[in-house]
């Protein structure tokens, strides 16, 4: 659905303004979230149902939501434009994403640029191809849901190799995400029963010396009684691992309440807080698309750290404490 932007910003009044936080923040369709923070804003890009780019929401606290006009269409895709990801990077905006390539049918991480968040962006490179390119083993299905990790200087791209069972690999990239610098190294398989042969979202943390690779696991849309779809983390004491998968998801089904919680992303507020932004189904109907008349809303929780690793304060269903931005 086409929402104006008079009507989003209505809509984005649901459950702020009292010092409180209320899941979902943006109750409709929003699969696949990623926020960023540029000074006073915030904003949220996801992936679009129909195919029209990709949905991008801003707001100034985290409670309260608008839509602005959709972003990041490129001429080569046919569709499947999956799991944005913003980046402001020496002044610009850079718009990390999965397509669809039509010449060759296969899904590849790409990257546009803008001068502002809400575009026009400029296409500048694929960073991971669905089909082999010098000597960087391709893929049947393609390569999805790219996301950046910073660390001295370089950077490197995390995604999906998407034949089941799925990997997350790493490889370096040029800093101005132009081109790969190598091949890619598997470092996370779906070797999990749970995990059904999937795993999506890679999001990369380091934390007190340690590095926390947070993802998602399992079957996205399924019937309630089969909702498997999780958040786990692995980590490691080398960027390149070895990776150790933490015991149990620190974020799963509630049952009768939110369903197949996943596709996350972490977010450290200048107060010190941390979040943790993802999708769900809810309780009415299904969760699947046909089955729910809502689909994979967006929500925000708490994300702590203890002894043993990151604590997600949810899925919550009651009003939670605002965050607090600083």
Request: proline content about 10%; some cysteine.
């Amino acid at each position: 659905m086409a929402w104006s932007f008079l009507m989003a910003a209505a809509i984005g009044l649901h459950g702020a303004g009292d010092g409180r936080l209320v899941n979902p923040v943006w109750p409709h369709n929003f699969p696949d979230p990623h926020v960023v923070q540029d000074g006073d804003w915030f904003y949220a890009v996801a992936t679009q149902k129909d195919d029209r780019g990709f949905q991008i929401l801003r707001s100034k606290d985290l409670a309260r939501w608008e839509e602005l006009p959709p972003i990041g269409l490129v001429d080569w895709a046919a569709g499947n434009y999956w799991a944005p990801e913003l980046y402001k990077r020496n002044g610009r905006w850079y718009l990390l994403f999965t397509a669809l390539d039509r010449a060759d049918n296969k899904r590849d991480v790409a990257v546009s640029v803008a001068d502002r968040p809400e575009g026009p962006y400029r296409f500048v490179a694929k960073l991971a191809r669905g089909r082999t390119v010098n000597d960087n083993p391709g893929d049947p299905n393609g390569v999805i849901d790219g996301t950046l990790y910073d660390e001295g200087g370089r950077t490197y791209l995390l995604s999906i190799r998407e034949t089941p069972p799925r990997s997350i690999e790493i490889v370096e990239v040029s800093t101005d995400l132009t081109r790969p610098l190598g091949r890619p190294k598997p470092i996370l398989f779906a070797d999990r029963p749970i995990e059904r042969g999937i795993l999506d979202a890679p999001t990369l943390v380091r934390h007190q010396g340690r590095y926390w690779l947070f993802y998602s696991g399992g079957w996205f849309q399924s019937w309630k009684r089969d909702a498997c779809y999780h958040v786990g983390v692995a980590v490691a004491d080398s960027l390149m691992g070895p990776y150790r998968k933490l015991d149990k998801p620190i974020l799963e089904t509630l049952p009768g309440k939110v369903y197949s919680p996943g596709h996350q992303c972490v977010l450290r507020l200048p107060s010190g807080e941390w979040w943790i932004g993802y999708h769900a189904w809810d309780a009415e109907g299904e969760p699947m698309y046909g089955h729910n008349p809502r689909g994979r809303s967006f929500r925000l929780d708490r994300l702590q750290w203890t002894p043993g690793g990151p604590r997600v304060l949810g899925p919550s269903v009651d009003p939670i404490p605002a965050p607090k931005l600083r």
